[in-house]
């Protein structure tokens, strides 16, 4: 039967409408796809491909336990405040209360550890009295607690990587002693993955030296990152690379993503000086401190030991929006630090006194803590621990050649003190892309030339061993 001619056009428009409609449907589909990503790699950044993990790291890596870090969140609880003006008294501690109790349990901890591995671990305090200032009222001593595990091998061992978590809390108020600060996220959950690193690599050996470090005065004020930061610099301590675990406890709350954690690092380095800065944007290098390189070191340890479970996704500014932290204070002193933290925050379980009030339950209780979430956080920075201390340290007086105008790129370096390099690689990106996404091997020499411009990449070289561990990179100066 034959149509006419109208008939057919409202067919032909009825079949578009469905088409358009399907269109449509497709693309809120996609998109809710895309808000709600079924693996960890779709949301941690991509990068470079990784190495293998090493068998033995791995092997570390299984003896972290949810179970050890309950246990730990749990005592620390129990103190019932850790407030950094709450009282230490030898009868507060006595009854198990107060940041004094804490403070000592911690040290027993490291202690035990220590006798485990036969004395490995130098156990230690960083005492001072700080205030009056402003958060403490009165003189008050704060102790920071740490552990030293000692390199094995002279030429390496005044490499220094640490990690940290504050083992103080707080209330509503930041002046009350009495009241319940359970503090099991902030910073509980920190902590614990300090104490757990600890355990876990104390039972193996490598070159570089780790320190394990639970600082005090954090929520007053960042008092104990801030005096044992300028400690380690007044004495030359040589730390590559600082972990700040705040708020990593997963918190089991609506719209948490319990496989990622966030890597915060500063851009332009906090110490800096004008003329490192002018010369910083001169070369376009506001994104390459050697903070965003640890981010970035941090991101491919995750994806090289952790993925698909768990990832670190980077996130570059150098804390929470207009807040801060404990790595700040070592950022001051021109250390690599960065910070790791939750996903997602509720803050109705932060600096707040136990409660219900309007039908919402207030406190940082130890319920509200994801232990699976923590002991995958400790993954991640026993793995980039281990991984920094056992790898040769980075190339010195990494070198661009600017001599004259050309279309390639020349790249010369000094082999690191410490006799662990055996071989080299140069790293490249293109400008816009948040992460490395090449590598060049350097089999010999510590000069290459690459057919590529420097005008249109960043370049940066790292050593490897003849096991593969690899170093932080190192961004190259211009040589004139």
């Known amino acids: 039967m034959i149509q006419s001619r109208p008939a057919i056009f409202g ?29 960890t790699a779709s949301i941690v950044d991509p990068g470079m491909k990784t190495a293998a993990p090493d068998p033995v790291i ?29 009282p230490a008294t030898p009868a507060a501690i006595a009854a198990g209360r107060g940041v004094g109790a804490a403070r000592q349990w911690i040290r027993s901890e490291f202690q035990r550890y220590s006798d485990a591995c036969g004395g490995c671990l130098e156990v230690k305090t960083d005492n001072f009295t700080e205030g009056p200032v402003r958060r403490i009222p009165q003189p008050t001593d704060i102790v920071n607690v740490y552990a030293v595990l000692k390199g094995t091998d002279p030429a390496n061992s005044g490499r220094v990587y640490l990690v940290v978590g504050h083992y103080d809390s707080r209330p509503t108020n930041d002046q009350d002693a009495e009241s319940p600060a359970p503090g099991a996220n902030d910073d509980g959950s920190g902590t614990a993955v300090v ?34 930061a300028k400690m380690a610099r007044d004495q030359n301590w040589n730390i590559e690379a600082v972990l700040s675990n705040d708020i990593v406890g997963g918190d089991k709350t609506p719209g948490q993503d319990p496989r990622i954690v966030r890597v915060f690092s500063e851009g332009i380095p906090a110490s800096a000086t004008p003329d490192e800065i002018k010369q910083i944007r001169a070369m376009g290098q506001e994104n390459d401190s050697p903070s965003r390189e640890l981010a970035r070191y941090t991101h491919e340890i995750s994806r090289q030991y952790l993925l698909p479970a768990f990832g670190a996704k980077m996130i570059f500014r150098p804390d929470r929006y207009l807040r801060g932290g404990d790595h700040l204070s070592f950022n001051e002193q021109g250390y690599a630090a960065v910070r790791l933290t939750e996903y997602r925050e509720n803050f109705a379980h932060q600096h707040q006194n136990p409660r219900r009030e309007n039908g919402i339950e207030y406190g940082d209780l130890p319920k509200f803590v994801d232990y699976d ?27 661009l050649d600017t001599k004259q105008l050309t279309n390639d790129s020349t790249l010369i370096w000094n082999p690191p003190p410490g006799g662990l390099a055996s071989s080299y690689e140069v790293l490249w990106r293109m400008t816009t892309a948040p992460d490395w996404e090449n590598a060049e091997p350097v089999a010999n020499g510590t000069k290459v030339t690459i057919d590529r411009s420097k005008d249109n990449v960043y370049f940066a070289v790292r050593a490897l061993d003849n096991k593969g561990h690899h170093s932080l990179p190192v961004i190259p100066k211009p040589e004139r």
């Open 11 to 39: 067919m032909l428009l009825l079949l578009l409408s469905c088409t358009i409609f399907a269109q449509q449907q497709a693309i809120h589909h996609t998109s809710s796809q895309k808000s709600h990503p079924a693996t």
């Open 58 to 86: 791995a092997a570390a890596l299984k003896q972290i336990s949810p179970d050890h870090v309950r246990h730990t969140i749990e005592k620390l609880v129990s103190f019932h405040t850790r407030l950094t003006i709450s």
């Open 195 to 228: 104490l757990e690193c600890a355990r876990v690599l104390s039972q193996q050996k490598f070159p570089g030296t780790i320190v394990f470090l639970a600082v005090a005065g954090e929520e007053q004020g960042l008092n104990g990152s801030r005096h044992f």
């Open 373 to 399: 979430y923590v002991a995958n956080v400790a993954r991640l920075n026993a793995a980039t621990l281990a991984s920094l201390a056992a790898a040769p340290g980075p190339p010195a007086d990494v070198r």
